[in-house]
C-alpha cells in the first residue's frame, strides 16, 4: 500500500501515481483505478487525467511494478585496499543490489575484494548516495529533507520499535518550509530511518510508502558518510537534492472549510478550530501558514494552521482589515508597562509573562520575561509561522526602552511530541551568560529574589519548570496584604516556596511549607536564604497534602492555609486529581482554619468550567464554617483572559475569609 501526499501544484493523477509507484507500468495504473485501487482525499478516483489538488492525500493498492528499468550503473568514487566507494545516483528505481551485482562491481574495478568477504553498506530502496564494500563494518550518516523540524536534534523512537532502529538527527538547515537533517541509525537501515521519521510526523519528501510528500525525483534520503577505523568517506548530496518544484500550496490565504458547528462557535469568540466531518484537510497545508476560513460562501476570517490533528488552526483575526504582528505585540507590551517600569522602583519586577497566547493575539505562543531572558513557549504549531517575527519586535523594543538585548530561549512544547528523547529546549539569540547556560538565574518579584531555571541544563525535558508561577504574583500581594494580625501559616502544594518567602517577609511568625517533591523543598529553601530569611520560623515538610492534613494534632489551627495543587499527581498509592479531589481538600482545610481565617484556593484544570466559589460554599457547609467573605482570586494581569476561551485562562481561584 502506497500512501503519500501531492505536491504543492495541480499535476495530473496518472503522473502522480508514476512518481510514487516504482517501475508501474500505464496498464497497472488503469487497472488499478478500475477496481476503485486509487483514492483521492479518501474518496476512490476512477480519471488518470484528473488534476490532483495541491497536497492532497492519496493512497495506492499498489503491487510490484511490471516495467523493467534501465538502471544506471553505480560510480566508482575511491579504492583503497580495504574498501571500495560509489555512488548511487537518485531514482524512485533504486533496490538494493544483489550479491551478484556487487561481485560483478568488484570484478570491473579489480578491487583486492574480489573474491573475499566483505559488508557491503548501500542506501536501501528508493535512496542514493554513498554504496561501500569494505572488509570491516562501518557507522553510517544520511541526509534527509522533510517538512519543517521545529526540534534542533535528538532521538526518535516510535513506541514498539527496537532500541537498535531508533533514529539520531541534527538539524542542518532551513529553507522555505523545509529542513534537511543529518541522521544517524545504529542498524544503518534506510526502512527504519523512513519508519521512524514518519511516525514523529515528518515523513520524508519522497516517501511513497509512509505518507511523505510526492515531490519529483523521488526519496530525498542520502547516505551521505561511512567510518569505520580504516577509512572516512563523506559526500554532499547535489544541489538538485533540494526540490525544484512547489512542495506546498503556493499561497498563504487559500480557503479552509469549515462546518457551521465550527462557524458559531467562532462568532461566540472561541478561537480554536476543532476538527470535524465538514473540516478541509490540515495535512494539505505547511503547518504555521495562514488560511482563510469560510463556511460555505461565508468568510469568517483568517487562520494559522495547527496540523492535521484535532485541533487543526488557530483563529488570527475575524475582522478586516486585521492588526499586525508588530501592532499586536506593541498592544501587548503597552499592557505591562507598570512591570516594566517598576525595575527603576524600590521593589522591581523583573519576571513576568510578555505574551499570553490568544488573549494578546498570538495564538499558541506564550513569552515570558525572567532578568535578562526572553523565555518563548511556543505551545502550538500555529505560531511557527511568525514567532520569530514576534521575538524580533520584542527585542527592537526592549532596546527602544534601553534594556539589555536578551537571550532568547525557546522550549517546545508542541503535541502530539515526538516518541525518543529529543531537545525541546535551545539558546537561539542574545548573549549566553554562565548562570543562564547552568540554569541558575536570579530574578525578582516585588523586590524579593527567586531563583529561576529556564531550561537549558534540562533540554530533553518537553516542559521544564521554571521555579516561579508568575501568574499567582498578584494573590501574593493579596495575602501580603491580610498577612497583619494573621501569623500562622500553612502553604500546600508550595512547589518553590515563593507564597512562603512573600508571607515571612511580610511578618508572619510562622509557616509550615508542604510539598511531596524534595527538590522542591530544597528549593525553598535556597530561595529563603537568597532574601536573608533563614533565620526565620519555618518548617518544610516532604509530605503529600492530605496525608499531612489528616495526621495533625485535633487542635492545630492556622490564620491562614493556601491550596495552590497540580492538575493531578501521584503518591505512592494515592492518586490525587483537582477535578475529583479538590472540595475534600478545601473541607479539610476549611476545619484547620482560625476564626477569620484567610483560604487561597486556586485550579488549574482547564477542563473544569466555572468558579470555585459553589465548591467553597459547600465544603463551608458541610463543615459547619461560616463565611466572612468570599471573592475571586484570579491570575496576574500580565496572564490575560479572552472572553469565551477558558481554556486560555491560567487558573481560577478564590480568596475564603473565614467567619
Known sequence: MLKFRAPGESIRLNSLVARAWPNVSQRQITTTLRKRGIKVGGRHVQDANMRIPPGSLISINAHPGEVTPERVPPSPLETGDDHIAFLIPPGLENKALTEEEVQSLLENEESTLWGEDYITLQPGPGAAGLLVVTRTACTTKYRAIVPHLPYREGVLQAEGTKKNTAVQFRVVSHRDQLTEIELQCASSRS??????????????????????????????????????????????????????????????????????????????????????????????????????????????????????????????????PMSSIEDRVSAALAKRKALFESSSSDRPTTAFRLIHGEADGLGGLFIDRLGPVLRVLVAGGACLGFKDQVVQRIREQLQAMNQQDPTVIEVMHLRPRPQGEVHYVQHTAGPLSDDIAEDRLQVQENGLYYW????????????????????????????????????????????????????????????????????????????????????????????????????????????????????????????????????????????????????????????????????????????????KSLKSAGPSPDFPSLRGFPEGDAFTGSLLIRG
Not at 511523505?212 to 544541489?239: F, K, Q, T
Not at 537534492?241 to 467562532?266: C, H, K, M, Y
Not at 508568575?470 to 494573621?486: A, K, S, T, W
Open 191 to 320: 526502512d527504519h530511518i523512513r519508519i521512524q521519521l514518519a511516525k514523529a510526523g515528518y515523513p520524508i519528501l519522497g516517501d511513497g510508502e509512509n505518507g511523505g510528500i510526492m515531490v519529483d525525483g523521488g526519496l530525498r534520503l542520502w547516505l551521505c558518510h561511512a567510518e569505520n577505523s580504516s577509512l572516512s568517506i563523506s559526500l554532499e548530496p547535489p544541489e538538485r537534492f533540494w526540490p525544484n518544484e512547489p512542495v506546498f500550496l503556493s499561497g498563504n490565504d487559500d480557503d479552509f472549510q469549515v462546518s457551521s458547528a465550527t462557524q458559531r462557535i467562532l462568532k461566540q469568540g472561541h478561537p480554536w478550530i476543532i476538527k470535524d466531518d465538514d473540516t478541509s484537510d490540515a495535512g494539505r497545508f505547511p503547518v504555521g501558514s495562514r488560511v482563510q476560513i469560510v463556511c460555505d460562501q461565508d468568510h469568517l476570517g483568517t487562520a494559522h494552521i495547527e496540523g492535521p490533528h484535532k485541533l487543526v488552526a488557530r483563529l488570527w483575526s475575524n475582522t478586516e
Open 452 to 627: 529561576v531555571r529556564p531550561g537549558l541544563s534540562t533540554p530533553t525535558r518537553a516542559v521544564p519548570g521554571v521555579g516561579l508561577f508568575m501568574d499567582q504574583r498578584v494573590n501574593r500581594e493579596r495575602l501580603i496584604r491580610l498577612c497583619p494580625g494573621r501569623s500562622r501559616w500553612l502553604n500546600l502544594f508550595c512547589h518553590t516556596g515563593a507564597f512562603s518567602v512573600a508571607l515571612l517577609h511580610a511578618g508572619a511568625e510562622h509557616i509550615t511549607s508542604v510539598d511531596l517533591s524534595g527538590p522542591y523543598l530544597h528549593w525553598l529553601n535556597e530561595n529563603l536564604e537568597l532574601n536573608g530569611l533563614s533565620d526565620r520560623d519555618h518548617i518544610s515538610r516532604k509530605s503529600d497534602a492530605r496525608r499531612y492534613l489528616e495526621r495533625l494534632d485535633p487542635a492545630e489551627r492556622f490564620d491562614g492555609i493556601i491550596l495552590d495543587p497540580p492538575t493531578a499527581a501521584a503518591s505512592g498509592r494515592r492518586f490525587w486529581s483537582v477535578k475529583r479531589d479538590v472540595g475534600e481538600l478545601i473541607g479539610a482545610a476549611l476545619a484547620r482554619l482560625n476564626p477569620d481565617g484567610v483560604l487561597l484556593v486556586t485550579r488549574n484544570d482547564r477542563r473544569a468550567r466555572g468558579s470555585l466559589a459553589p465548591i467553597l460554599r459547600e465544603a463551608a457547609q458541610s463543615q459547619r464554617v461560616s463565611i
